[in-house]
C-alpha cells in the first residue's frame, strides 16, 4: 500500500464545536462558488468575477488555518505523546503542500 493510500484511511473525529464551524465555513464556500458559477452563466463583467474568486480563496485559506490549527493541538499532539514522532514530519510535508 502506498504511503498516500494510508493517509486516506486515517480518521479524526472531531468536537461537535469544530465540526459545526468547520462545516458552516464550507457551506458558505459552497455558496460562493456557486454564485461565481451564476456570475459566469450570466455573462457578468470579469472583474466582477474575479473578485469573487479572490473572496472564495480566501475562504478556503481561512478554513485551512483552522483545520491546520485544530490538526496540529489535536492530531499532532496526540502522535508525538503517543512517540509517534513522524507525525512531524507529516506535519512538515502538509504545511509544504499548503504552501506552494
Known amino acids: 500500500m502506498e504511503k498516500n493510500d494510508a493517509l486516506c484511511t486515517k480518521k479524526t473525529h472531531r468536537q461537535p464545536g469544530e465540526y459545526k464551524a468547520l462545516i458552516n ?40 488555518k483552522e483545520l491546520l490549527a485544530n490538526h496540529i493541538k ?13 507525525a512531524v514530519d507529516e506535519l512538515c510535508a502538509t504545511i509544504q503542500k499548503l504552501m506552494k
Open 25 to 64: 465555513r464550507l457551506n458558505r464556500v459552497e455558496g460562493q462558488v456557486r454564485g461565481i458559477k451564476n456570475m459566469v452563466e450570466e455573462e457578468r463583467y470579469c472583474v466582477d468575477i474575479l473578485v469573487q474568486v479572490s473572496a472564495v480563496q480566501s475562504a478556503l485559506n481561512a478554513f485551512n
Open 74 to 86: 489535536t492530531c499532532v499532539v496526540e502522535d508525538i505523546r503517543d512517540g509517534r514522532e513522524e
